[in-house]
């Protein structure tokens, strides 16, 4: 059954980091474009970073210098790390692996910046 399992969401306080972790199961994401959205409380859901096949990436200006997107196809994961957060990143995480047809998505990991 493929699956993409999000992890390492949780609570922290501003300006802290956390580092997201996508793994994917019964398919190898090395043709996919992985990419990571977000849905904040009460709005709708928006791409946050981008990795294609061939490792260009692409990220939202709102986190532009501050999340890095990468991924190991060996390891079959891509991962996602946030740095300088801010109470406006808090929202559910998803991870989202796409090629051809081919669209798949995580279940989602909550990520909250407060104090």
């Known amino acids: 059954q493929v699956q993409l399992v999000e992890s390492g969401g949780g609570l922290v306080q501003p300006g802290g980091s956390l580092r997201l972790s996508c793994a994917a199961s019964?398919?190898?994401?090395?043709?996919?474009?992985m990419s990571w959205y977000r849905q904040p409380p009460g709005k709708e859901r928006e791409l946050v970073a981008t990795?294609?096949?061939?490792?260009?990436?692409n990220y939202a200006d709102s986190v532009k210098g501050r999340f890095t997107i990468s991924r190991d196809n060996a390891k079959n994961t891509v991962v996602l790390q946030m740095n300088s957060l801010k109470p406006e990143d808090t929202a559910v995480y998803y991870c989202?692996?796409?090629?051809?047809?081919?669209?798949?998505w995580g279940q989602g990991t909550q990520v909250t910046v407060s104090t």
């Open positions: 989202n692996a796409n090629w051809l047809r081919s669209n798949y």
């Open positions: 019964a398919f190898t994401i090395r043709l996919y474009t």
């Open positions: 990795i294609t096949s061939s490792l260009s990436t």
